[in-house]
């Protein structure tokens, strides 16, 4: 069974002369372990998209379904839980809280379902070590480098041991180094953690340590390609896609 399954996806924003159509009739499926990169102009339907799979916002039409549950028949409280147990979030802005530390920021989505603290410190040591911060476990964000700082909002993420990690322009605020170590880091949370991955992002070289990418135009998907992990061209094969449907 698909991990996700969106069909007819529609949203529109407005109504009469001043409706918007952000997505129009999108389908898709992902599966487990799938690093999925979404790509196109700016306001073909990226961040929409991305909201509607993560059961941020409402379609106007069509359905969405996560792990077999239909998100139209869930109360706004089921579809808020399912959130929080089974989907990670991460944005372009860390959105860490800054008098917390690295451990404290980590754990709030147990904290926040009401799991044991001591259960919950435990668990967000060993996430922040495997994201590289063993060493950072009690600075602020103040303390910490951009790039630091989206680690520990990506081991807040997997806390809850979501199935679906939701990425959007996870690398815009980081330098090349950081973007890479960022990136291959969601990468490893999908194919070593059997996650699955929707990353959005503008910029190809990123884009291209997914194994699939989907480009929207005008809120349709234009293309739906897959990329052959071991090939060394593939951020000039994803530049020449976008600049085809540009």
Not at 10 to 16: F, H, L, P, Q
Not at 66 to 76: K, P
Not at 93 to 119: H, Q, R, V
């Amino acid at each position: 069974m698909s991990l996700i399954q969106a069909e007819n996806l529609t949203k529109v924003y407005g109504t009469g002369n001043t409706a918007v159509v952000a997505l129009d009739h999108v389908q898709l499926t992902v599966n487990p372990g799938d690093f999925v990169a979404v790509m196109g102009p700016s306001g073909c339907g990226k961040s929409t998209l991305l909201h509607l799979l993560g059961g941020l916002d409402r379609p106007t039409e069509g359905a969405v379904s996560i792990d077999g549950q239909a998100l139209a028949a869930m109360s706004d409280d089921a579809v808020t839980e399912l959130r929080r147990r089974k989907i990670g979030f991460v944005f372009q802005f860390f959105n860490l809280i800054p008098i917390l530390t690295s451990i404290e920021n980590a754990s709030l989505p147990l904290l926040l379902d009401g799991k044991n603290a001591a259960d919950i410190k435990q668990k967000a040591v060993e996430l922040l070590t495997k994201v590289g911060l063993g060493q950072r476990l009690d600075s602020r964000p103040n303390q910490l480098s951009a790039g630091q700082q989206q680690r520990v909002a990506i081991a807040r993420a997997l806390i809850t041991e979501p199935i679906l990690v939701l990425a959007d322009e996870p690398t815009g605020n980081l330098d090349t180094r950081s973007s890479d170590e960022i990136v291959d880091l969601l990468k490893q949370v999908a194919k070593a953690w059997g996650r699955a991955v929707v990353m959005v992002t503008h910029d190809p070289r990123i884009a291209a340590y997914a194994d699939r990418i989907i480009f929207l135009k005008d809120g349709k998907i234009v293309n739906d390609a897959h990329l052959e992990a071991k090939r060394t061209d593939n951020a000039e094969m994803v530049s020449h896609m976008m600049r085809t449907i540009a």
